[in-house]
């Protein structure tokens, strides 16, 4: 399998979440040109079993690699990474694939010591990579596994600001206030809603999550494969399983706005 600088990096999300991922991505490399594609139809994966999200991600990344030249595919989804980076990876062992997980190595490194929160979905909490994780960095800390059910759909709502939103993590958050020295959004959807889960925990709270990581990583492997685009404008195209004018809009919407 060839491929060219030209080529196209893909990003996928079960639904706008992955946006989170891209923003880093654009900052990065902002002359590249890319794919990004929300599997909204069958939204959200956290509530799936770990087969289900796995057949619809190699589904949904069949369908992206058979409809456009791509040089690397970022698997912007905790949940997805959790259930399919592996078989990708031997799906296509020539193709540089990037996965994404909680951001508890960071949070450990910077708070030695202290008490972390991670907030994710029940797929990702449950899963052996996850366990894994947390037996390598969580040993340094005392770690605090947080779901919020329903905090995805608001987002895929473009509700990440509301009142709603508020009212459904306010009870989940509220006993940690004041308690923990940082919290791992460990769901790409999470970074959107940051700004209300400021209100609740308060300023003395870290708000960490593995997009950056993911990002700078994916520079790293094209730059070790010469495969970074050349200066120009770049681009991003945004496909979906679902309705895709309301997709495209908020997906353009949480791309161009300033707070994740």
């Not at 972390?116 to 040993?139: C, N, P, S, Y």
Request: charged fraction near 25%.
């Amino acid at each position: 399998m060839a491929f060219s600088p030209n080529d196209y990096i893909a990003v996928f999300d079960s639904g706008v979440g992955g946006v989170s991922v891209l923003r880093h991505l654009k900052r990065l490399m902002p002359c590249e040109r890319y794919i990004y594609y929300g599997d909204c139809a069958n939204a959200p994966y956290g509530k799936r079993s770990t087969e289900q999200v796995r057949q619809l991600t190699l589904a949904a990344v069949e369908k992206i690699l058979a409809e456009h030249p791509v040089k690397a595919l970022v698997v912007a989804c905790n949940t997805a990474t959790s259930a399919a980076i592996g078989h990708l990876r031997t799906l296509y062992p020539e193709l540089i694939v990037i996965g994404i997980e909680p951001a508890l190595k960071l949070a450990a490194d910077r708070f030695p010591g202290g008490r972390i929160g991670v907030m994710a979905t029940d797929v990702t909490l449950r899963e052996e990579k996850f366990d894994l994780l947390l037996q390598r960095w969580g040993a340094s800390c005392r770690v605090d596994k947080i779901s919020a059910p329903g905090l995805v759909e608001l987002v895929e709502q473009g509700l990440e600001h509301s009142e709603a939103a508020f009212g459904l993590l306010e009870p989940i958050l509220a006993p940690y206030k004041g308690k923990l020295d940082a919290l791992v959004l460990g769901c790409t959807h999470y970074p959107f809603a940051s700004a209300v889960i400021r209100d609740i925990l308060g300023p003395g709270t870290a708000l960490l999550d593995g997009g950056d990581g993911t990002a700078r990583e994916t520079l790293h492997r094209l730059q070790r494969a010469d495969l970074l685009a050349k200066p120009g404008d770049g681009c991003v195209i945004f496909k979906t399983s679902g309705e895709e004018a309301a997709f495209k809009a908020l997906a353009t919407r949480l791309l161009n706005t300033r707070e994740v």
